[in-house]
């Protein structure tokens, strides 16, 4: 009998201990540490063009900033609260595992190790891209499989790292990595002629060029080797506030699809289709399964924009890197990006 009450006994203090734990967990969870302290800490890049950069005056700017942004908007009602906290490629994911940062938005791949080993949850895909390389057009280099016995600069901590080890070695070729910590540090060593090549995710080698002394002189060779899914990245076993950061991205890929821009949005909230409706929080769920306001879709397109707006503006055409939508576009549109409705 006395083990049995001394079993017992363990028993619940186990599942008080799980139940204290889990409770401690939700009391921790990354929305409500948002919601109290009235901003989002936002991991961005040390200077990339196009995905989080600094402009002349100092603001932030880039595909991977305006998603932040949009999180704000929908969480906080406002798109300017937000930190922004730049970081090197070996920096960042401790910086998210650690708590210093809420949300990891930085031209960050998508793969096993990471979404696993890492304790970290990929949101989503924002930008579909892939690794290329760059060569000065003096060079004569017309394709990658002239690069035998080539120097490349590459920034380290990064998968670009992996698949250019795997690339040469799967052609047979001979290589001399010259590695540096940032973007910027790679560009300056491969202008200063450090290096034969660049090489990065082909989006970056568009925005690197444009802070060569010359952009002209150097020219982005036509091979993909790898397959880089890029996109926001949260801490593990945060499900509240995972939820909010997926729901954010895929509210501005469907906001896309149906139509509804930061221009058009006011007029929108007099649309009787259904769709539209539960994009801008008059129907269907709202936000009390997110735990946010009801018209956090409204406040993300109003404020930032639908993804296709987005793009535009940052990479795209209505951008110095004027890069195609290829397969950014709708999956309407011959492109990737599909999200799952809102309803």
Do not use: H
Request: charged residues 20%; neutral net charge.
């Amino acid at each position: 009998m006395a083990n049995k009450l001394k079993l017992l006994a363990s028993t619940v203090a186990v599942s008080a201990a799980l139940a204290a734990s889990a409770s401690a967990s939700a009391a921790e969870s990354t929305l409500d540490k948002v919601l109290s302290q009235g901003y989002l800490s936002c991991g961005v890049s040390t200077g990339l063009p196009g995905f989080s950069n600094p402009n002349e005056k100092g603001e932030w700017e880039g595909i991977d900033v305006e998603y932040c942004q949009a999180l704000a908007a929908a969480v906080l009602g406002d798109k300017t609260k937000v930190k922004y906290v730049p970081l090197t490629a070996k920096e960042r994911f401790t910086a998210l595992q650690s708590g210093e940062i809420d949300v990891l938005s930085r031209n960050t791949t998508w793969t096993l190790q990471r979404d696993t080993t890492l304790g970290l949850n990929f949101v989503g895909v924002d930008y579909y891209d892939g690794q290329g390389f760059m060569v000065k057009k003096d060079l004569g280099v017309k394709s990658a499989k002239e690069l035998d016995g080539a120097s490349v600069c590459v920034q380290s901590g990064t998968t670009t790292e992996l698949n250019l080890a795997d690339y040469f070695r799967k052609s047979g070729m001979s290589y001399k990595p010259v590695v540096f910590d940032t973007g910027a540090q790679t560009a300056k060593g491969f202008d200063a002629g450090r290096c034969d090549v660049l090489t990065t995710d082909q989006s970056g080698l568009y925005a690197l060029r444009l802070n060569l002394a010359d952009p002209s002189s150097a020219v982005v060779l036509p091979e993909i080797i790898s397959k880089e899914p890029l996109g926001p990245v949260v801490r593990q076993d945060d499900d509240k506030w995972f939820n909010v950061a997926k729901w954010t991205l895929f509210a501005m890929i469907n906001a896309e699809e149906y139509g509804i821009t930061s221009k058009n949005v006011d007029q929108m909230l007099k649309s009787t289709d259904p769709n539209i409706k539960r994009i801008l929080g008059q129907d269907g769920p709202k936000g009390k399964g997110l735990g946010i306001r009801d018209d956090w879709g409204y406040q993300i397109v109003k404020q930032v924009g639908n993804y296709g707006e987005v793009f535009e503006r940052t990479v795209g055409k209505g951008s110095p890197l004027q890069i195609s939508r290829g397969v950014n576009a709708l999956w309407n549109a011959g492109g990737f990006m599909y999200a799952p409705p809102l309803r």
